[in-house]
């Protein structure tokens, strides 16, 4: 969404090593498991990917058949350890997990290209 441009001025969140990547295409990245601005909801990850889902379910269907899918879908996060955040991760895992995330992007650096070409195209068609 932000690099279609459609985040412009707001604010928005991502996973935390991206997160960053929001400010060059215009949005204003906080740190937040949900972010609702305007008409368009960003989640921090996958877990938040899932409370925004039944966030939305909420607003939707109701309390009680939000409360329903979640029971439905067992979403009941009991995580081992307090790593999954990135303000409570060590330095050395905030390390080693970036280090898998940056080998992970460079395979699908293809996809960056695309999207950035994108951008460019989209520019100059204004």
């Known amino acids: 969404m932000a690099a279609a441009g459609l985040l412009a001025g707001l604010k928005a969140t991502s996973r935390w ?21 305007e008409k368009y909801i960003t989640a921090a990850g996958v877990s938040a990917g899932i409370d925004m889902a039944l966030y939305l379910s909420e607003k939707i269907a109701g309390e009680e058949e939000t409360k329903a899918i ?17 303000s409570n991760a060590e330095e050395k895992i905030k390390n080693i997990a970036g280090a898998k995330l940056t080998k992970d992007a460079k ?5 960056l290209g695309m999207i950035k070409h994108s951008k460019s195209i989209l520019k100059m068609m204004k």
């Open 107 to 111: 395979k699908g650096i293809g996809l």
């Open 70 to 86: 979640q029971l439905a879908i067992e979403y009941e996060p009991q995580p081992i350890f307090n790593a999954g955040n990135y």
């Open 17 to 37: 090593k991206p997160i960053n990547l929001l400010s060059e295409y215009g949005a204003v990245p906080v740190r937040e498991r949900i972010v609702e601005q």
